[in-house]
């Protein structure tokens, strides 16, 4: 056992501590053996050596995980804590940033999953980017096809997906076609809103350079010189799959994301993204990316639901063999 000090240069230690101290009990929890006492910007810590020297290694971590991006998560602490986050020399890089947002804010790609999107679309004209909710593959992808238009690379945005929840039979809800559509686009609407001004965002809609459309409007289309996101993809049948694909034009970059494990369809109708991610898998030019629940960037309870799920699911695939 032995006793050393850790002092914190160059950072705020309230920023690290968290108000009343809930990061630093956060960081404890993982160091349950070591005595651990902060007061001010230096860190008391008695225990084991080895211990002592993985807890200066995370610390060190955190501090270089603030000072990049200027904030903290009780999430961004645990995959920190568990090694979900890249190590060191990789953070500093500086390429996971996408596109700059609304007032110069950087939308970045914030976990190993979302960069390996970030790096894929890239090579592969088409991506699959498969994971449970909240899991920020919607929201990385659409900032992938805006910078793709900033940088003039492709010509518009295409945003789709199946509205499965009124059956792609929307003549019953009320309000003009705008109306009866918006609830279930409402989520890319968001999503842009983060990341292109008001005014422009208008310009872009009122002009088609960015359009916004259930997936039924898509059949019978060529989509040149496009970057097209389908989103909710677990939610198209075979025949609604194959008519997205067959869509594909010149110089363009699809991204199909879904969650596998929220199929909205009739009990007997098969997925057409599960179907995909075994028909494709062996085309070049194609990449399959599966995102889990540590690419969780919403509430920390998001994280342990889908865990608790998962865990149901084994349990009643166990008892049914």
């Keep these: 056992?032995?006793?050393?000090?850790?002092?914190?240069?160059?950072?705020?230690?309230?920023?690290?501590?968290?108000?009343?101290?809930?990061?630093?009990?956060?960081?404890?929890?993982?160091?349950?053996?070591?005595?651990?006492?902060?007061?001010?910007?230096?860190?008391?810590?008695?225990?084991?050596?080895?211990?002592?020297?993985?807890?200066?290694?995370?610390?060190?971590?955190?501090?270089?995980?603030?000072?990049?991006?200027?904030?903290?998560?009780?999430?961004?602490?645990?995959?920190?804590?568990?090694?979900?986050?890249?190590?060191?020399?990789?953070?500093?890089?500086?390429?996971?940033?996408?596109?700059?947002?609304?007032?110069?804010?950087?939308?970045?790609?914030?976990?190993?999953?979302?960069?390996?999107?970030?790096?894929?679309?890239?090579?592969?004209?088409?991506?699959?980017?498969?994971?449970?909710?909240?899991t920020g593959k919607t929201y990385t992808a659409v900032?992938?096809?805006?910078r793709a238009l900033k940088n003039k690379e492709i010509k518009r945005i295409i945003l789709t997906r199946p509205a499965v929840e009124a059956g792609e039979?929307?003549?019953?809800?009320?309000?003009?076609?705008?109306?009866?559509?918006?609830?279930?686009?409402?989520?890319?609407?968001?999503?842009?809103?983060?990341?292109?001004?008001?005014?422009?965002?208008?310009?872009y809609l009122e002009s088609g350079t960015i359009q916004i459309a259930p997936l039924a409007f898509m059949r019978g289309r060529t989509l040149d010189r496009a970057f097209v996101i389908l989103d909710e993809a677990q939610n198209t049948t075979h025949s609604q799959m194959k008519m997205f694909l067959t869509r594909m034009g010149a110089d363009a970059k699809f991204i199909v994301t879904g969650d596998a494990t929220q199929v909205d369809l009739p009990r007997k109708q098969g997925s057409g993204l599960t179907e995909a991610t075994r028909i494709l898998k062996n085309i070049k030019g194609i990449d399959f990316i599966y995102l889990n629940e540590e690419d969780v960037i919403r509430h920390r309870l998001v994280k342990d639901i889908i865990n608790a799920y998962e865990e149901k699911k084994n349990d009643e695939s166990t008892k049914g063999n």
């Design 169 to 203: 039979n929307l003549g019953f809800l009320p309000g003009d076609l705008k109306e009866k559509l918006d609830p279930y686009l409402q989520p890319l609407y968001d999503a842009l809103r983060d990341m292109i001004p008001p005014e422009r965002l208008s310009f």
């Design 143 to 146: 900032a992938l096809a805006v």
């Design 1 to 134: 056992m032995i006793e050393t000090s850790l002092i914190l240069e160059n950072i705020d230690p309230r920023d690290l501590y968290g108000s009343n101290n809930r990061f630093l009990n956060i960081i404890k929890s993982f160091f349950p053996e070591l005595k651990i006492v902060a007061r001010g910007n230096e860190i008391k810590i008695n225990g084991e050596p080895q211990r002592i020297e993985q807890f200066q290694e995370k610390i060190d971590e955190i501090v270089l995980h603030l000072n990049k991006y200027n904030s903290l998560s009780v999430n961004q602490i645990e995959r920190i804590m568990k090694d979900e986050m890249l190590n060191p020399q990789n953070l500093e890089t500086g390429n996971d940033t996408i596109v700059f947002g609304v007032n110069g804010s950087p939308i970045k790609a914030r976990t190993q999953n979302q960069r390996l999107m970030l790096k894929s679309i890239e090579s592969n004209d088409m991506i699959f980017a498969i994971g449970p909710a909240g």
